[in-house]
T-cell receptor, first 114, second 110 residues
Framework: KAGVTQTPRYLIKTRGQQVTLSCSPI?????VSWYQQTPGQGLQFLFE???????NKGNFPGRFSGRQFSNSRSEMNVSTLELGDSALYLC?????????????FGQGTRLTVV | KNEVEQSPQNLTAQEGEFITINCSYS?????LHWLQQHPGGGIVSLFM???GKKKHGRLIATINIQEKHSSLHITASHPRDSAVYIC????????????FGEGTQLTVNP
């Protein structure tokens, strides 16, 4: 069974640009959560999608957005990039939104904003 | 005060030593996760606990719900155990959202 796949693995963007990251969950998993990891703030929750609907949102500005498709794949978008957006972006998938199951993470996308 | 606190932040051990990493949390939870992160970033799930104790190979995780505390133990540590270990909690009312501790950087020297 394939794991959680994130693309691309690495990305370099310029301030002011926008970026789209992709996450394909484990087959059959319908919940996708996104997290940002920085040296200063650690791992922080961005948002969670289930059945194409955003169910939960962390404390991030509106420049951070996401969506989920009918096949459960999810994308997150960051507009008007700032230097502080440089981070490792991780997604995690789960069979359902309320279940207590193991956490399945992708390898992450490392975004560098210059 | 963070909702999830880990100790120690850094830990250096000699190969073969018994290691304990602690996690305390201040919120009601439905589950607690122990995660491992190697350089390069990928996170691997080690355990998910809602009560009691779990063992997998040389790793043991325990949780005390009343005291809001969990421990991760590594027996007979090995240099390949060197990684960041992260405690994360799932609150019952927050969907699949996880709240993370700051992580413990473990280095095991040969």
């Amino acid at each position: 069974k394939a794991g959680v796949t994130q693309t691309p693995r690495y990305l370099i963007k310029t301030r002011g640009q926008q970026v789209t990251l992709s996450c394909s969950p484990i087959s059959g998993h319908r919940s996708v959560s996104w997290y940002q990891q920085t040296p200063g703030q650690g791992l922080q929750f961005l948002f969670e999608y289930f059945s194409e609907t955003q169910r939960n949102k962390g404390n991030f500005p509106g420049r951070f957005s996401g969506r989920q498709f009918s096949n459960s794949r999810s994308e997150m978008n960051v507009s008007t990039l700032e230097l502080g957006d440089s981070a490792l972006y991780l997604c995690a998938s789960s069979p359902g939104i309320w279940l207590n199951t193991e956490a399945f993470f992708g390898q992450g996308t490392r975004l560098t904003v210059v | 005060k963070n909702e999830v606190e880990q100790s120690p932040q850094n830990l250096t051990a000699q190969e073969g030593e018994f290691i304990t990493i602690n996690c305390s949390y201040s919120v009601g939870i439905s589950a607690l996760h122990w995660l491992q992160q190697h350089p390069g970033g990928g996170i691997v799930s080690l355990f998910m606990l809602s009560s009691g104790k779990k063992k997998h190979g040389r790793l043991i995780a325990t949780i005390n719900i009343q005291e809001k505390h969990s421990s991760l133990h590594i027996t007979a540590s090995h240099p390949r155990d060197s990684a960041v270990y992260i405690c994360a909690v799932k609150q019952g009312t927050s969907g699949s959202r996880l709240t993370f501790g700051e992580g413990t950087q473990l280095t095991v020297n040969p």
